[in-house]
């Protein structure tokens, strides 16, 4: 009797380095354009004297001054391994779906 080995499934393999990379890329530009658009709305309020003044713009400054902090350490991290594969989740649910009451295709 030879040891057999465990069949890969193609939602465990890793992401390939550019794939990893990409979507690192896209949430580093998401959070980036964000702190733009409190930029822009701070601005906004300021020009405007909008009432409560006191109260958004310290909102606005923190996440202006935490958003790039956060993004350039979301961006440096690796993707969780868990998380690599929007298809292992699909699958997990999948398994725990009860199967269908009357067969799909009529037997003749």
Known sequence: MGRREKATVITDVQLSPDEELRIRTIRYV???SIRAVLVVVCGILVIVHAPLLWLWLPFGLVGMAVLP??????ANDRLAKNKRSVFVRHRQHAKRLPPPEHPMIDPK
């Open 30 to 32: 998401l959070m980036m």
């Open 69 to 74: 902090w956060m993004a350039v350490l979301l």
